[in-house]
Every structure is written in structure tokens, then in C-alpha cells.
């Protein structure tokens, strides 16, 4: 019996730790259920077994020691009650299929049916809950939101629609249906429009706060108000519940800890602050907020990924460069609350008007960041104790004035890895600054600086930012930053000296910036021993092995050693003899030459991305003076400025595939440059040009001629100003047409033409395959003979035109072409007219010193204007009028009304000949114009020969920008009177 006890034993721990342990972890329900099942199985299988060795040992006369009638007992009690909830799992797994059959059945009893799907936050199977979609039920459209972009991602959403904060205007509206007209009384709308402001454009805080607030005394409004410019506003009836809660549930819901440590980082920046990236990269590299990176790269990289994440949860916002972003005051509350909660502990009074240092009575050593940047505090406390501290931001306080800072001011920061003191007026640093022994990154971006050489003393640095600094010597002591990975030189104007062995001391080294304007640097192959030079020299760039970035200007290509090692560079922006480049991309080059390139920098030439020629004497074939093999395939981005001995980038002598990912094209001051490719092209050549601009290109004939045509399909921008021998823009004549009927410009949404004295075609040749269905914009200004704009076949594809500006064209004709038209007709609510929809997003017309054009718009094409709102006509001295009969329209007593929808402003200037806004006798509806100007239009006696209906319409100026208004009740009536005026005159 003592086998058969070891044995209970070992299966009573096996069933309690297995069985009843998965009951316990429901959490994981389906894993779970079938775990249960597969260890209840097993445990009948050991109960028949252990049965069995029972009834053996009775036949053999043994006793049955009680605790295994004890196991049997138990054993058979837990698989009872694990069978019990099988049983009832299986019931509700029944009726849940019972439920998706139902529901799928009943969505599809609908033809066509909207399913909601509110607040998802992951990805969801949807024939798992019943709902029909794709092949199963193409009319079931699916909506869905959340407050995470990746799971529409996920659920391979058609199209996303971020839903932005409400401006100004729009938040003021809801706040004031929230609290009624309270928000307009005399002693209450100040405060109510500060309160509507501070919920910062988010419709559930002004929804919150306006319920609160409705019919309630002022001192609530005012304390409410008080709340809300706090930090962390509290107490407010709500606010936690649909405010706070919802955005920390968005904040619990980051599965990267980086992510969370990041979106905290940020809550140390002032309200409605532009939140550099860059910033946060040497941030998180300081505090090693980066797990497994090895470069700063690595870092940048991670960094940006981690953006993104906080930007498609909606926990960050996108500002207008991609370089910065911002955070929404009430997320930033609700960081700064989780972060005060956390064992990273943050005090963070940025941008609160501090002009002196917070009480100096409060516990610093518990916090492990302070921010206090952007204040106008002069001097900061002595003898600190902040043993936690890690990160501390004292940036823009003190601009125009001395930062007072004590001499121990650092010494009770021991463990202080990120120090910020950036654009401040710092005359001397003290020398507590080299206790900081855990100190990896320093920024003093801007700062009024005297000496710096304590720095030299930080020599486990890792990040040194001095960029915008008023520095004039990088020293000696320099050297000793052995460690040092990153060290930002960027608009140092005053830096006229960095001492000799500094560069080559810092063999870690792994991103460089100099400022554009340093040229000191000492010649190589002079005989000075280093210790007399007086300045750097280039050639101590060969002892950082690390290098990966690097941004320079070397006046004199001479400077550049000839044995430098160039190619592990990933970033750059390096210029010789031209001004630094723009760093567009990763890498950038940008090159005056008049001799052979060396071979540091003909590698640079076959990586960069954005190559800059300028002044280039001697370079008439850029593939043949520059590069052996290769074709330029990394370039994104070519700029020819003034290199007058080039004719055409591409001659079909050479047959390589060149420029394959070439997305921008800028031709300048080129003399002799005839066109962009002489011959045929391979395929894929100029595939992803996005941009071409020239300007002063004055041999061009053609910008677009028929073989380069079928290669740019994704042109985009078009821009052409001064190119004074210029006739065709598109030249499609001679173009070759598939079989799979390909439509070229589709992708085309700007076309800029200015100053072409001798241009006469915009498009040349048959129009038949050309499609300009995402045009956007068009300017064209002092082109002299051009005759037309769009002829009829191209007008009716400008669905997407909402902007054309047409300046000094002298013999303009006609802008949109009117015969054989073929209408797309339908039917406007309220209106009896077909409505030609082909301009139909069509905003603003301006039209100046057209001296032939006779009108504006056809009538057809009038008729679609469903979006204009801005029409300025002005010294164009034969049009007659605005808007034109044609042939083959319907006749007057056909049409009721044609209406402008959005039509707001119409100014017509100086147009000696018009005498009506409209042709033909219909009515037309102007529901929404609130400003006309007509001045100096003599035979102007009538508005239109039909009815012209203005509701918000009250006066007509004289004179744009006058005082003189007239208005006598409708517009013809106002009209006539002017001209009646006019008639009284002397003449």
C-alpha cells in the first residue's frame, strides 16, 4: 500500500496544481477550456487506473489506507464539477453559434445595411461575431471606431479617417449647446470662452465640462475655470470618468514600455509645445530609454517607429513638419498624472511663468525628472539633494540675461544622465559640473557661453549639443571626450577655431555637424607638427572608424584627403565649394568643380540622394564626367544650377538604366541644356520623377516631349518660369499608345507657367489618352501667345481643379474649350437644370490682363461650379461677360435656374466692355455671396437678363476696399442704379 500512496500523492499535486490551477486562469477562457478538458480526461484515466489497483489489492487481502479512499473522493468530486462546467461551457458555446447564425441571418435580410463597430481596440474576427462582408455580402458596409489607427490597419480597413481636435470656432459652438446661452451674458462670456479654450478643441471635455457648467452660479464658472489651468485639472464632476479614464486606457493599451516611457518624456514640454524628435532621440539615448540599439542611428530609428505608435493611438499629435510633434494639453495632464503615479516621478512646471525656483521646501529627492524649461527664472537654488535624479530641463529661462547658477549647484545630482540648459545666457559654467559622472547627454542649443573647457571634464559624455551657440574656440580639454558619440557644431557663426587633435581624439564618434561658415581648417601635407598648428585639418576625420554621419562644407575641394574613407557614412550633407545643402534627405552632396572628382568623392556621388551641381565648369555628360558603371539609380533628388556646358542629362549613346528612383528634377540657369533626354528611354528611367522645375533654361524647346512623356507617370508639380525660347510644355505628338490604353498625366496636381514669352502650346497633339483627373492647381502668368488652356477634351476630366490663376496671357482666347462636349448630366436637388460636374471642386477663378478673352466660363461648364466660392476678374478689356451661352445648349425658356452654391465674393474690375454677369434669360441663385465689387465696368447696365437671387446680399462697393456702397434691393436693380449714376456724370 505504500506504492499505492506515493502514487496518490504525486496524481492528488498533479490534478489539484493542473485542473483546478487552469480553472483558476479563465482569463485565457478558450486555451483554458481545452486544457480542462484534455486534463479531465486524464484524470479518468488515472482514476480507472488507480480503481483497478484497489480491487487488486482487496483481492489480495490488503487494507486500504484512508487517505486513498480520500484521493477517490476527491478525484471524483473534481471531475464532477470540471464536467459540470465542460457542460455548461459547451452550452454557452451553442448558444453563442446560435447568436452569430442569427445575427449573420438577419444582416442578411438586408439588401444594403451600416454596421457599427464602436471603440475596437483589437483586431476582431468578423465571422466569428456574424457579420457578413466581402463575397459573403457585398451590401454590408462596416464602420468601425477606435482610438488606435493600427487596429483599422488590422482589420484592413478601406479607407481611415483620423477624426482631428475642433477648432476654434467649432469647440465655442458645442460648448455653447452644452451650456446654453449663459455662454453669451456680459459677465460670463470671458470666462466661458476661456473655458471652452482650455478643453483644447476635444469634444468629450467640452461636452464634459459644459454639462457641469450648465445653469450654474458664476463662481462656479470662475473656479472651473481656475481648475482647468492647473496641470492636472481635479475635481471637475466627469472629467476622470469620460476624460482621464478613456486616454489612460489608450496609455495601458501600448504594449511597448518604450512607447509608454517615451509618451511620459513628453509630458515634460510646455503646453501646445512643437516636441523636436531629434530632441527626444538624444533624450531617450541619455536616460537608455532604447533597449538593444548599438548607434545613435539605431536610436533615431527606434525613436521615430515609437512616434508613430503614440501617433496612431492618438496620444500624440502630427504638427506641420514631420521633424516635430505635440501633445494635447489634457493628454499631457493625464501623462503628468500617470507619470507622478510611477516609479519615474516627474515635476513638471514648463512654460507656468516661474521667474523664481520652485519652494525650496519641496522633497526633490524622490523625483527622477524636473522640468521647469520655459520660464524666465535668473538663478537657481544652492545645494540641491536629488539623488534620483536622471533628467533635468532648464532650457529657455534666461535669454537676455545671466543665469545665476551656484558653484555646487550639481553636486547633490549624482545619478543625473540628461541635462538641458539650452538657450540660456550662461557666462560661466560651475565647476560642479564635473561631478556629474553619469552625465550622457547635454544640450546647450543657443546658449550665450563664455568658457566651456569644464566640459572637457564630462568624459563619459555621449551627447553634445552646442548648436546655435555663441562659441568661438572648440578647446583643447575637448579631447578628453573619449566617449563622446554625437557632437552638433550647426550654426555656430562665431566658431573660427577647433584645436588640432580634438577631431582625432574622439574615436567614438559616430554623427558630426559642422557649422556651414567654418573654412578654418588647416591645409594636409603642410609641414607644421600639430602641436604648432592652430586649427584642425580634415585629415583627422580618417581616425573616426565610427563615422556614419557627417555634415560639412570644405571651400576648396583640395582640402579633402584623397585617401579618406567615405563609405560607411549613412547620413550626410557635405558640401564642396557651394553653400551647405539642404539636408532633403539622408544624404546629401552638393559640388562646384572644375577638375576630376577624387575618389572620396565620387563614392559619395554613386550614394547620395540629393546631388547638387553647381558652377560646374567642364561637366557636359553628368554619367560620363562623374561616374565610371553606375547610373545614379540611389538619387531622389538632382539640382543643376549654372552649369552651362550641358546640353541634356541622358544621350541614347549611353544605354544604362540611370535616375530609376528619381523623384525631384530642378534645371537653373542652364544656357545650353536643349532637353531633359535625347532619344529613347529604357524603361523605368525618370519612373518616380514627382517634381520638374527650370527656370532660365532658355534652349529648351520642350519640357515633355512624347518619349519622355510615357515615363512620368507619377509627375506631380510642373514649374516653369523664364525659359525664353520655350513653345510646348506636353508635346504629344508622335507618342506611342499601348494596347492597355494608358492615360498619361493622371498623377499631375500642380502646373506652374510663368514668363514663357514663346510658349504656345500648354498641350500639343492629340488629347485623347491625357487624363487630369487630380490637377489641383494651375497659374499661368505673362505667357503671351497662349491661346487656350484646357480644350474641350481635357475639361471635362478636371474633377479635382480648385484653383486657377490666369495673369497676363495677351492673347488669350479662350480657358475652357466648349465644342463637341460630351455633358455628364445629373440632377441638383431643387434645381430643374442638369449640372455638368466636371469642375465641380472648383474654389477660386482669378483672371488679370487677359485683353482677348471675351468670358469666363461657357455655360455648361458654369453650371458644375457647385464648390466656387471666389471669382476676381480685373483689366481684361474684352470681356463681355462672365458667364457664356453656347451652341448647342438648351434654349432660354428651357433652363429654370442655374444656382451657385458656395459662391461668396465677385470682384470685377476694370472690364470695359461687360455688360452682365450672365448670359440668357434664366434665373440664377446666388445663396451664399455676401461681397461684390464692380468698379470701372462702364456698360454694365444689368446683372443678368433673369432673375438674380442674393438672400444674403446687402450692398455693392464701388471701389475694392472703399467706403461707396449702393444697394437698392436685388442686384439688377443695384446694377442699373449704378449705371443710372454713371449717366448723370459730366463727362
Known amino acids: 500500500m505504500q506504492d499505492i500512496s506515493q502514487v496518490v500523492g504525486r496524481i492528488v499535486d498533479y490534478a489539484i496544481d493542473k485542473v483546478w490551477g487552469e480553472i483558476g486562469y479563465l482569463i485565457h477562457y478558450k486555451k483554458n477550456m481545452k486544457i480542462l478538458e484534455q486534463q479531465v480526461e486524464n484524470l479518468q484515466t ?38 459540470t462546467l465542460l457542460e455548461a461551457d459547451q452550452e454557452k458555446v451553442n448558444h453563442k453559434s446560435e447568436r452569430v447564425s442569427a ?240 516609479e519615474n516621478k516627474y515635476m513638471v512646471k514648463a512654460g507656468a511663468g516661474l521667474r523664481d525656483w520652485p519652494n525650496t521646501e519641496t522633497i526633490f529627492q524622490t523625483y527622477t525628472g524636473i522640468s521647469l524649461m520655459s520660464n524666465d527664472i535668473r538663478g537657481l537654488p544652492n545645494g540641491l539633494e536629488c539623488p534620483k535624479l536622471q533628467t533635468l530641463l532648464l532650457q529657455d529661462n534666461s535669454s537676455y540675461s545671466n543665469l545665476e547658477i551656484p558653484a555646487n549647484f550639481f553636486q547633490g545630482m549624482k545619478d543625473l544622465k540628461v541635462l538641458d540648459m539650452s538657450f540660456n545666457q550662461i557666462l560661466h559654467l560651475p565647476q560642479s559640473i564635473s561631478s556629474l559622472a553619469t552625465l550622457l547627454t547635454l544640450r546647450l542649443v543657443g546658449c550665450q557661453l563664455s568658457d566651456i573647457s569644464f566640459i572637457g571634464t564630462l568624459k563619459q559624455i555621449e551627447i553634445l549639443d552646442l548648436s546655435g551657440s555663441n562659441i568661438e574656440v572648440v578647446p583643447t580639454q575637448f579631447s578628453q571626450l ?51 598648428r592652430t586649427s584642425a585639418s580634415l585629415a583627422e576625420l580618417k581616425s573616426l572608424s565610427q563615422l556614419t554621419s557627417l555634415f560639412l562644407v570644405v571651400p576648396n575641394a583640395d582640402l579633402l584627403p584623397h585617401d579618406l574613407k567615405l563609405q560607411n557614412l549613412t547620413r550626410f550633407a557635405i558640401s564642396l565649394g557651394n ?47 562623374l561616374l565610371d558603371k553606375d547610373g545614379l539609380n540611389e538619387l531622389k533628388m538632382l539640382n543643376l544650377e549654372s552649369c552651362n556646358e550641358i546640353k541634356y542629362l541622358r544621350d ?66 510642373l514649374k516653369s518660369e523664364s525659359c525664353h525660347s520655350l513653345q510646348n510644355v506636353f508635346d504629344l505628338e508622335g507618342l506611342a499608345i499601348g494596347r492597355d490604353g494608358t492615360e498619361f498625366l493622371s498623377s499631375l496636381e500642380e502646373l506652374l507657367l510663368r514668363n514663357l514669352p514663346e510658349l504656345i502650346h500648354i498641350w500639343k497633339g492629340s488629347l485623347h489618352h491625357v487624363n487630369l483627373c487630380k490637377l489641383r492647381v494651375v497659374f499661368l502668368v505673362s505667357c503671351i501667345k497662349v491661346r487656350r488652356i484646357f480644350p474641350s477634351s481635357l475639361v471635362q476630366k478636371l474633377v479635382r ?119 440668357g434669360r434664366y434665373a440664377v441663385e446666388y445663396p451664399h455671396l455676401e461681397e461684390i465689387v464692380i468698379e470701372s465696368c462702364p456698360k454694365m447696365e444689368i446683372f443678368g437678363h433673369g432673375a438674380q437671387i442674393s438672400p444674403k446680399l446687402k450692398k455693392v462697393h464701388l471701389q475694392e476696399g472703399g467706403a461707396e456702397v449702393i444697394w437698392k434691393g436685388d442686384l439688377n436693380s443695384t446694377v442699373q442704379e449704378i449705371c443710372n449714376q454713371k449717366a448723370k456724370l459730366p463727362e
Not at 554625437?486 to 559642422?514: H, M, N, Q, T, W
Not at 557649422?515 to 609641414?527: I, L, Q
Not at 546629401?588 to 550614394?607: A, G, Q, Y
Request: glycine residues 4%; hydrophobic residues 40%; proline residues 3%.
Open 579 to 625: 553653400d551647405e545643402p539642404e539636408p532633403i534627405f539622408e544624404k546629401n552632396l552638393s559640388l562646384t568643380f572644375d577638375t576630376r572628382l577624387s575618389e572620396p568623392v565620387k563614392i559619395l556621388v554613386k550614394r547620395t540622394e540629393a546631388l547638387t551641381l553647381s558652377n560646374c565648369r567642364g561637366l557636359e555628360n553628368i554619367l560620363k564626367d
Open 103 to 342: 445575427l449573420t441571418k438577419r444582416i442578411k435580410m438586408e439588401k444594403k445595411i451600416l454596421v457599427i463597430l464602436d471603440d475596437v481596440w483589437s483586431r476582431l474576427e468578423l465571422k466569428e461575431v456574424g457579420v457578413p462582408f466581402g463575397q459573403d455580402h457585398k451590401g454590408c458596409k462596416i464602420l468601425l471606431t477606435s482610438r488606435c489607427e493600427d487596429v483599422c490597419s488590422e482589420m484592413d480597413a478601406q479607407k481611415t479617417f483620423p477624426i482631428q481636435v475642433l477648432s476654434e470656432r467649432e469647440a465655442w459652438v458645442l460648448f455653447r449647446e452644452m451650456v446654453g446661452a449663459a455662454a453669451d451674458s456680459s459677465d460670463l462670456n470671458s470666462i466661458a470662452t476661456e473655458v471652452a479654450r482650455r478643453c483644447g478643441g476635444l469634444p468629450i471635455a467640452i461636452v464634459t465640462v459644459g454639462r457641469t457648467l450648465r445653469n450654474r452660479r458664476r463662481d462656479v464658472w470662475i473656479d472651473v475655470a481656475r481648475k482647468l489651468k492647473k496641470p492636472i485639472p481635479k475635481r471637475i464632476k466627469g472629467m476622470d470618468a469620460f476624460v482621464y479614464s478613456p486616454l489612460e486606457l489608450s496609455y495601458n493599451y501600448l504594449e511597448d514600455k518604450e512607447a509608454k516611457s517615451l509618451f511620459l518624456l513628453c509630458s515634460l514640454f510646455p503646453e501646445d509645445d512643437e516636441i523636436s524628435v531629434e530632441t527626444l532621440v538624444q533624450y531617450g539615448m541619455g536616460l537608455r530609454l532604447f533597449q538593444d540599439v548599438d548607434t545613435i542611428q539605431d536610436g533615431r530609428i527606434r525613436a521615430r517607429a515609437l512616434v508613430s505608435t503614440l501617433l496612431s493611438s492618438f496620444l500624440l499629435l502630427k504638427d506641420e513638419d514631420d521633424a516635430f510633434v505635440k501633445m494635447h494639453d489634457l493628454v499631457r495632464d493625464v501623462a503628468i498624472l500617470i507619470a507622478s503615479e510611477e
Open 652 to 717: 541614347t549613346v549611353d544605354p544604362r538604366v540611370v535616375f530609376r528612383n528619381l523623384e525631384e528634377l530642378k534645371l537653373f540657369d542652364l544656357r545650353t541644356f536643349t532637353e531633359i533626354c535625347h532619344g529613347q528611354l529604357p524603361s523605368f528611367t525618370f519612373s518616380k520623377v514627382r517634381t520638374l522645375e527650370m527656370k532660365n533654361c532658355d534652349s529648351m524647346v520642350n519640357i515633355v516631349p512624347s518619349n519622355l512623356l510615357s515615363r512620368l507617370q507619377c509627375l506631380q508639380t
Open 801 to 919: 481643379l480648385d484653383e486657377l490663376r490666369v495673369f497676363c496671357c495677351r492673347n488669350l482666347e479662350e480657358i475652357f474649350g466648349t465644342h463637341n462636349e460630351q455633358q455628364i448630366e445629373v440632377v441638383v436637388p431643387g434645381n430643374s437644370l442638369g449640372t455638368n460636374m466636371s469642375l465641380r471642386n472648383l474654389i477660386t477663378v482669378a483672371v488679370y490682363e487677359c485683353d482677348k478673352l471675351r468670358y469666363i466660363f461657357p455655360l455648361s461648364v458654369a453650371r458644375g461650379l457647385v464648390l466656387l466660392q471666389n471669382i476676381w476678374i480685373r483689366n481684361c478689356a474684352m470681356v463681355e461677360s462672365i458667364v457664356e451661352e453656347e451652341k448647342g445648349e438648351e434654349t432660354a425658356s428651357s433652363i429654370e435656374k442655374i444656382v451657385f452654391p458656395h459662391l461668396y465674393q465677385i470682384i470685377l474690375f476694370n472690364l470695359d466692355n461687360l455688360t452682365c454677369f450672365c448670359k
Open 482 to 532: 573619449t566617449h563622446l558619440r554625437l557632437f552638433d557644431l550647426r550654426g555656430c557663426d562665431d566658431l573660427e577655431e577647433i584645436a588640432p587633435g580634438v577631431i582625432s581624439s574622439l574615436c567614438k564618434l559616430e554623427e558630426l555637424y559642422f557649422d556651414k561658415n567654418f573654412t578654418n581648417w588647416a591645409v594636409e601635407g603642410e609641414r607644421e607638427e600639430e602641436n604648432s
Open 46 to 83: 488515472k482514476r480507472v487506473s488507480m480503481q483497478r489497483q484497489i480491487e487488486a489489492a482487496k483481492r489480495n487481502l490488503k487494507n486500504i489506507e484512508g487517505n486513498v479512499q480520500n484521493w477517490v473522493r476527491d478525484v471524483d468530486a473534481i471531475i464532477s464539477d470540471a464536467q
